[in-house]
């Protein structure tokens, strides 16, 4: 595992710097409810869409979904693809507190 689980704690310590933010459930659960600043890339487009986040392979990257368990298998992806700085929000917007 190269990527970092983390807590709503921690998401609004990260959000303060410069990160991207990637919801990948499908649009339907993007437009109903999402954290602010966050971009909606699909998990099953992720890799297709890959050159769009390129620039951000040595900069944090926080994934998250319904529940914690798509954003793993995105964050197993982007780790492969060489990204560095890899967040996981552990049990995904359910559990997401401003």
Do not use: P, W
């Amino acid at each position: 595992m190269n990527y970092t689980n983390i807590n709503n704690k921690k998401l609004r310590e990260l959000m303060k710097e410069d990160v991207l933010l990637i919801d990948i459930r499908n649009k339907d659960e993007y437009e109903e409810k999402r954290i602010q600043n966050s971009i909606n890339i699909q998990l099953h487009d992720l890799l297709y869409n890959i050159d769009e986040i390129e620039e951000y392979k040595d900069k944090k990257v926080i994934i998250y979904c319904r529940s914690g368990h798509r954003s793993i298998t995105a964050c197993n992806l982007l780790v492969m693809q060489g990204f560095k700085h890899i967040y996981n929000l552990e049990k995904g917007i359910i559990n997401y507190k401003l």
